[in-house]
């Protein structure tokens, strides 16, 4: 199976000179670097966002860039719209495909809630948690996938990637969607929404899956 190589890693030289942040005389502003990094990285995953088929390209310029803060962390916001921007042509489709399931899911979940009761409603929603979960699974994997790989991949590359990802790691790939509940308030409370709610989400994401190289 042909999978696409990393991205280079931007950061690397710099990495090597020192910790982040450690070009900044001042400890203050050498404290806000990261915190400052995330949030410029959240306010230009918002904007990409919000034009609902960016949706995949901010979640996945967002993780190219808070996994690779050595590289990114003074120029955040201009890289991450920069990165979710180019990714836009390939990754359009996927966004409308994650809002259409997103929608199936919550359509079925209020037919069901009018048409059944008790244990038939249980029962019938229990039937539509799979699917759900192997979705969650897998778009996290794309959007992991895609970080780490070259902007120029095709879709195909990162989508069969993706799916190597869950097969090799079946553990990870069953416990993500958990993870993506967990980190829900991030990104379903307003406040934290607006400072952190598209940048730090996908970092933990990213952080559980792990290194993709080589995968």
Same mark, same amino acid.
Request: aromatic residues 8%; without cysteine; charged residues 15%.
């Given at each position: 199976?042909?999978?696409?190589?990393?991205?280079?890693?931007?950061?690397a030289?710099?990495?090597?000179?020192?910790?982040?942040?450690?070009?900044?005389? !001042?400890?203050?502003?050498?404290?806000?670097?990261?915190?400052a990094?995330?949030?410029?990285?959240?306010?230009?995953?918002?904007?990409?966002?919000?034009?609902?088929?960016?949706?995949?390209?901010?979640?996945?310029?967002?993780?190219?860039?808070?996994?690779?803060?050595?590289?990114?962390?003074?120029?955040?916001?201009?890289?991450?719209?920069?990165?979710?921007?180019?990714?836009?042509?390939?990754? $359009?489709?996927? !966004?409308?495909?994650m809002?259409?399931?997103?929608?199936?899911?919550?359509?079925?979940?209020?037919?069901? !809630?009018?048409?059944?009761?008790? !244990?038939?409603?249980?029962?019938?929603a229990?039937?539509?948690?799979? =699917?759900?979960?192997?979705?969650?699974?897998?778009?996290s994997?794309?959007? +992991? +996938?895609?970080?780490?790989?070259? =902007?120029?991949?095709?879709?195909?590359?990162?989508?069969?990637?993706?799916?190597?990802?869950i097969?090799?790691? =079946?553990?990870?790939a069953?416990?993500?969607?958990?993870v993506?509940?967990?980190?829900?308030?991030? $990104?379903?409370?307003?406040?934290?929404?607006?400072?952190?709610?598209?940048?730090?989400?996908?970092?933990?994401v990213?952080?559980? $899956?792990?290194?993709?190289?080589?995968?």
């Open positions: 199976m042909n999978r696409s190589a990393p991205a280079p890693r931007a950061g030289e710099r990495a090597a000179r020192g910790a982040i942040g450690d070009e900044h005389p !001042s400890r203050i502003v050498r404290a806000l670097t990261v915190p990094a995330f949030v410029a990285t959240n306010w230009a995953a918002i904007l990409l966002a919000i034009t609902v088929v960016g949706t995949i390209p901010a979640l996945t310029s967002a993780t190219r860039t808070t996994t690779d803060l050595a590289g990114h962390a003074d120029r955040s916001f201009r890289e991450t719209l920069r990165a979710g921007a180019a990714l836009l042509r390939r990754d $359009w489709l996927i !966004s409308l495909a809002w259409a399931a997103l929608l199936l899911l919550v359509g079925d979940a209020v037919i069901l !809630s009018g048409l059944a009761t008790g !244990s038939t409603r249980v029962f019938l229990g039937l539509a948690l799979p =699917p759900a979960w192997l979705v969650a699974s897998f778009l994997a794309y959007v +992991v +996938v895609a970080a780490r790989s070259a =902007p120029e991949a095709p879709r195909r590359e990162v989508a069969a990637s993706a799916l190597h990802l097969m090799t790691r =079946p553990v990870r069953l416990l993500i969607p958990l993506i509940v967990a980190v829900s308030p991030l $990104w379903l409370l307003a406040p934290l929404t607006i400072a952190i709610g598209f940048s730090l989400p996908p970092f933990f990213a952080k559980f $899956w792990g290194t993709t190289e080589g995968s």
